[in-house]
């Protein structure tokens, strides 16, 4: 069931880039030499060994050239983080050095809505995994991306083998929620025999999501009603779950598929670039969504 609400949560997007197979690189590489070589050098000189020789002396020269590049890449890349932080997973988050000289956000000093907004989706989707665990409730994260796909699965607490709930988290990402976003999340929740679906949608949401909403076990939950939600712990809870919601850079987007943060590539034309893995070594996952 997990396995399921997991793969539909992902891939609503972001996505990883499909890299070309080593072997293919090589075989594009060596029938570009040959016919360069058959191009340049006279038809006299073309005997079985000077071709060997010629082909093995460009080979060399071609793989000193792309070790020095991605000596250069890789030093470049080194040279934009910061400092490594642990994260709630015990993945490495890397921390990037933000542009222009802005400050790193500190922890939030007094919790509020304001703030909660500010919260990127791991660090929503972890807050909300505390908050029903704290509850007495089997929960637990689905690593469902910045997209906002299903987020938690939440078991019965008397009988952990069955689904009481499933959610989904969406960041205040500056538009509220639609129809097909809560119909989805509830035809989802039908079909795996959950009796209760949640919507923690911090943008708020339209009215005719919630006209939708209102007869059905499907309750929507805007940032007022998360905040609500959370001061129903006991004090004790409440300051641990916010300190690890705030702590650090609780902005910057994570990353879905190695838990590092993400960094967002230059604006073109007006237009916001994509989220990309802020890894030394980038997985390749990109994310073209906004982040408010």
């Not at 910061?82 to 050095?97: E, I, M």
């Not at 989904?168 to 500056?174: H, L, N, V, Y």
Request: aromatic share 8%; with cysteine.
């Amino acid at each position: 069931m997990a396995a399921r609400l997991g793969a539909w949560g992902t891939g609503m997007g972001w996505k990883r880039r499909n890299r070309r197979a080593p072997p293919v690189e090589v075989g594009v590489w060596l029938l570009a030499m040959s016919l360069a070589y058959l191009l340049i050098v006279p038809s006299g000189e073309r005997r079985l060994v000077s071709i060997v020789g010629h082909l093995l002396g460009w080979g060399v020269l071609l793989v000193l050239c792309a070790l020095i590049a991605a000596l250069v890449l890789r030093l470049v890349r080194r040279s934009r983080v910061s400092d490594v932080l642990p994260s709630a997973s015990g993945a490495p988050v890397l921390r990037l050095v933000p542009p222009d000289g802005m400050p790193v956000p500190v922890a939030a000093a007094v919790p509020g809505v304001d703030a909660l907004r500010q919260l990127e989706w791991k660090r929503l989707e972890d807050l909300c995994v505390g908050f029903w665990q704290a509850k007495g409730y089997p929960a637990r994260g689905l690593n469902a991306g910045p997209s906002g796909g299903v987020g938690l699965s939440i078991a019965d607490r008397r009988d952990p083998a069955r689904l009481f709930a499933v959610a989904q988290c969406r960041i205040a990402s500056g538009y509220p929620a639609g129809l097909d976003d809560v119909r989805a999340l509830w035809t989802l929740a039908a079909h795996e025999g959950a009796k209760l679906a949640l919507f923690y949608g911090l943008g708020g949401f339209t009215d005719a999501a919630r006209a939708y909403a209102a007869d059905r076990h499907l309750r929507l939950v805007d940032a007022a009603g998360l905040m609500a939600q959370l001061r129903t712990l006991d004090d004790t809870r409440f300051e641990a779950l916010w300190r690890a919601a705030t702590d650090g850079d609780y902005r910057t987007p994570t990353c879905p598929g190695c838990g590092r943060s993400m960094r967002r590539l230059p604006a073109r034309d007006g237009v916001a670039g994509a989220w990309v893995c802020g890894g030394a070594r980038g997985c390749g996952t990109r994310w073209l969504g906004p982040v408010a």
